[in-house]
């Protein structure tokens, strides 16, 4: 079987491209750098089964990042390249396209974007960039899905160039060849093109920041609260709940009952699978999972992160990185996984540690905050809002003095590139949130499933109580929490919202719910995020980062106490 | 003062063909690319997108104290950093000269 390798630019599409070739789902974004990884995929044309590979973006064969040793990897394996290239940018497209013609391997163009040519006011003529460049050009639309069934007959015309590239002669050529198949026709700025001027404005980009913000989270709040209120929460107490109760009452084991439904007729605190389980995951967070993947899928196709990252370049320059850090970060304000991957765009260890640990600490991810928001609540807006201050002055401090005491190394500098504002299609947004709510739901319903099974063993065999009598005193002392938030410790390694929303059970007043929430988010990371985070930068290393963040957690949550208590006297 | 310290470079008043660095241009001004002084990442990043001595680039926006400059060449726009702006040295040129 042939394997094809997608090669080309950082954001020409090539993710598109392979998902609408072998209708695989995967997450797309419209900047340079979404794709970390390889996928793998199969389809067949006419009878022959090919094997297609997507990988992350290049602009040159030199290695810096780990993405770029990916890259370069898949294309020394690849049979044949299929080359996408961005048609409205095609000069330096075509510096990757000749050193990828130097491969001597058979090779097909895609000029992706060809929809956008027409009212940028950029004519290619194909045929004669095909017949210069010695290999089948095809034009190609991912995002309208057109042209793929013509670029899938031409894989099998794929060949080796004939052209060959002196060394340092490639600008020349790649001039000659635009002189001879690009003509540029002016015309005026987009609507599009004038927002986006004024998002790289030094002051509109500071006034977008703020009101992107802004509007994000009131979107978020009052839709995620308005689906719960009547949508979600009238299915699970009106349907589900005794729905669930009739069929579960019919199981003769006491034991059975009590693991599935729990022991309280409140669905926050009756820690059941199928009820608080279910309750927390679909009614609790989902809501909030989805508004947020909503907007947020808005703004990464609408090219509005790197935009962002260059307004955040300041302040991240302080934290010894650079804007592009911002981008991890700012995906971990959904979920810690996605966001500690896409530090392999980073260039050296020392920004990941560094962008590792901002993401760690500075906001909870979507669905603990869900949890700390709702919950909150009951205590006022203030206590809230004082709990993601506390977290967010704790990581830039923490942060702050990881980079004057880590070892020195150089930083590297900011550079990114800016893809054309978009307005994304419709389609292309609910492809991309369906594929995150089945990512959701398949690892929060297990998750969830394990720790309350977890949770009634350590019960059963006395472990529990036998840790909570171990960190009473210390956790008294330090936090003025009651020792029975040793289970909800526990529990926070697996599923970080279901621990906050077990806090309920404690009736705490405000400071200490305020104390237990930053130690909730601070202390621990959830499993799934702790395996990702040692697969990105190793055991040793994520234990450091782990060690650093636990004793700030400690200094920081004792110090809350201790700046309470006063308060209260 | 102070603040004059900081500004006077800028508003130093110069002749197109004069050598200056990427930060010393005004916003909207466009200027040929005469020499990168360094080598290494950026370098080759920006070499890959046709940067190179002779390209006429165009600088769009500069954040203030010393954030990211924003220039466009051939309708693409892209960000450096500071540091690495002022190692870009180039020529302004008024428009009609080079082009």
């Not at chain 1, 560094?354 to 203030?382: D, K, N």
């Amino acid at each position: 079987m042939k394997k094809i390798i997608l090669a080309g630019n950082p954001n020409v599409g090539k993710s598109l491209l392979f998902s609408r070739i072998t209708r695989i789902g995967i997450v797309t974004a419209n900047y340079a750098g979404t794709t970390v990884e390889t996928k793998v995929g199969k389809f067949n044309f006419q009878g022959i089964e090919y094997e297609i590979v997507d990988g992350p973006g290049i602009y040159s064969f030199d290695e810096y990042s780990e993405t770029d040793q990916i890259a370069v990897k898949l294309i020394n394996e690849g049979d044949i390249i299929l080359n996408v290239i961005d048609a409205t940018n095609l000069e330096r497209s075509l510096n990757l396209t000749l050193q990828l013609l130097k491969m001597k391997k058979p090779m097909v163009v895609c000029l992706n974007f060809w929809d956008d040519t027409v009212h940028k006011g950029i004519t290619i003529n194909t045929q004669t960039l095909g017949m210069l460049l010695d290999i089948p050009v095809i034009t190609v639309s991912a995002l309208y899905d057109e042209g793929i069934p013509k670029l899938l007959a031409s894989i099998e015309n794929a060949k080796v160039s004939s052209l060959a590239v002196e060394p340092g002669e490639q600008w020349n050529i790649i001039g000659s060849i635009l002189c001879q198949v690009q003509t540029l026709k002016h015309r005026h700025h987009t609507l599009l093109e004038r927002i986006s001027d004024f998002m790289l404005h030094p002051v509109g980009g500071i006034v977008t920041a703020v009101f992107v913000l802004l509007s994000t989270l009131l979107i978020v709040r009052y839709m995620g609260e308005g689906l719960i209120k009547f949508v979600f929460e009238p299915f699970y107490s009106q349907l589900y709940n005794p729905f669930i109760q009739g069929i579960i009452s019919h199981i003769p084991s006491d034991l059975i009952q009590g693991l599935l439904l729990g022991h309280s007729s409140d669905p926050l605190e009756s820690f059941g699978m199928l009820t608080s389980g279910v309750y927390i995951a679909l009614v609790q967070v989902f809501p909030y999972f989805f508004t947020f993947y909503f907007v947020f899928g808005f703004l990464e196709d609408f090219g509005y992160l790197p935009r962002l990252a260059v307004v955040l370049d300041r302040l991240f320059h302080k934290l010894g990185l650079h804007g592009y850090s911002s981008i991890p970060v700012m995906l971990g304000l959904g979920c810690k996984v996605p966001a500690f991957m896409s530090t392999r765009s980073l260039t050296n260890k020392r920004e990941k540690v560094l962008t590792a640990a901002l993401i760690f600490m500075s906001v909870p991810c979507l669905s603990q905050s869900a949890m700390i928001v709702s919950l909150g609540m009951r205590y006022g807006v203030l206590t809230v809002l004082s709990i993601y201050g506390i977290l967010a002055a704790t990581a830039i401090g923490t942060n702050f003095l990881m980079n004057k005491l880590y070892k020195k190394g150089e930083t590297s500098e900011f550079f990114t590139e800016f893809p054309s504002c978009r307005l994304p299609t419709f389609r292309i947004l609910t492809d991309k949130l369906r594929i995150r709510i089945v990512e959701y739901f398949a690892e929060v319903l297990p998750m969830i499933a394990v720790g309350v099974l977890l949770m009634n063993i350590l019960n059963a065999i006395h472990v529990l109580s036998f840790i909570t009598d171990l960190i009473r005193k210390p956790v008294g002392w330090l936090l003025g929490l009651p020792p029975d938030i040793a289970p909800i410790m526990l529990l926070n390694f697996l599923r970080k919202d279901a621990s906050v929303a077990l806090l309920v059970s404690l009736n705490l007043d405000a400071y200490q719910f305020i104390i237990a929430c930053v130690f909730l988010v601070l202390s621990t990371p959830c499993i799934a995020s702790l395996f990702t985070l040692i697969k990105e930068l190793g055991a040793r290393t994520s234990l450091k980062i782990f060690c650093v963040i636990f004793s700030a957690t400690i200094v920081i949550t004792t110090l809350l106490h201790l700046v309470f208590s006063i308060f209260q006297l | 003062m102070f603040f004059r310290r900081f500004t006077f470079h800028k508003k130093r008043i110069r002749n197109p063909g004069n050598r200056i660095d990427i930060t010393q241009l005004t916003s909207g001004e466009s200027a040929k690319v005469v020499e990168l002084n360094d080598d290494g990442e950026i370098i080759s990043k920006l070499e890959a997108m046709g940067l190179i001595p002779g390209a006429v680039i165009t600088k769009k926006s500069a954040l203030p104290s010393k954030g990211p400059v924003i220039l466009e060449k051939d309708r693409v726009q892209f960000a450096i950093g500071y540091d690495m702006a002022q190692r870009i040295i180039v020529e302004p040129v008024m428009f009609g000269t080079v082009l």
